[in-house]
T-cell receptor, first 114, second 113 residues
């Protein structure tokens, strides 16, 4: 069975500071990994994904994440936070097979301080 | 291109009532899923479908039914609503294989009193 753990339900950073949201996963097969963002009262939007190939993946809005198999991690980073980045972020894993059922972490709410 | 459309956006039900949450997608996606989102628990899979006529249970299927008569539609039925089903429900769709990730609807906020 697959699982996802997001370290920290709330993260607060200053505008212009580095954003680091942590995600660790458990999977018995090579995983597909995703980060989604949810703005208030909206659905989830795909930020970036890792399936195969290059382990450093770049997404929208300046975010990137690195797949580290040895650490079973897929942490999300952004060099300089912007006020518009305030949202909830979800890490998810699937086995890339069958129905690609996604297993989500519990989410991390990112607050940006001016 | 509307993507994934969910209706209604908000609903209040009394305990024991039934209702159907509608979900439609216009991207010709074969895979469709229903998730519920509860505070501190992320999103949990209720039911999913890999194509018309094929459905299966997810992590939290009790109290919900689904059917998939067309590629476009994947309604979620609550047979007898309970307060524990108060949640935000998301429908999502995807192409099979390739790890493309799901496209999500904007959600239905359901309150059962």
């Amino acid at each position: 069975a697959q699982s996802v753990t997001q370290l920290g339900s709330h993260v607060s950073v200053s505008e212009g500071a580095l954003v680091l949201l942590r995600c660790n996963y458990s999977s018995s097969v090579p995983p597909y990994l995703f980060w989604y963002v949810q703005y208030p009262n909206q659905g989830l939007q795909l930020l970036l994904k890792y399936t195969t190939g290059a382990t450093l993946v770049k997404g929208i809005n300046g975010f990137e994440a690195e797949f580290k198999k040895s650490e079973t991690s897929f942490h999300l980073t952004k060099p300089s936070a912007h006020m518009s980045d305030a949202a909830e972020y979800f890490c998810a894993v699937s086995d890339g097979q069958g129905a690609q059922k996604l297993v989500f972490g519990q989410g991390t709410r990112l607050t940006i301080n001016p | 291109n509307a993507g994934v459309t969910q209706t209604p956006k908000f609903q209040v039900l009394k305990t024991g009532q039934s209702m159907t949450l509608q979900c439609a997608q216009d991207m010709n996606h074969e895979y469709m899923s229903w998730y519920r989102q509860d505070p501190g628990m992320g999103l949990r899979l209720i039911h999913y479908s890999v194509g018309a006529g094929i459905t299966d249970q997810g992590e939290v299927p009790n109290g919900y039914n689904v059917s998939r008569s067309t590629t476009e539609d994947f309604p979620l039925r609550l047979l007898s609503a309970a307060p524990s089903q108060t949640s935000v429900y998301f429908c999502a769709s995807s192409h099979p294989g390739g790890g493309g990730g799901y496209t999500f609807g904007s959600g239905t906020r359901l309150t059962v009193v």
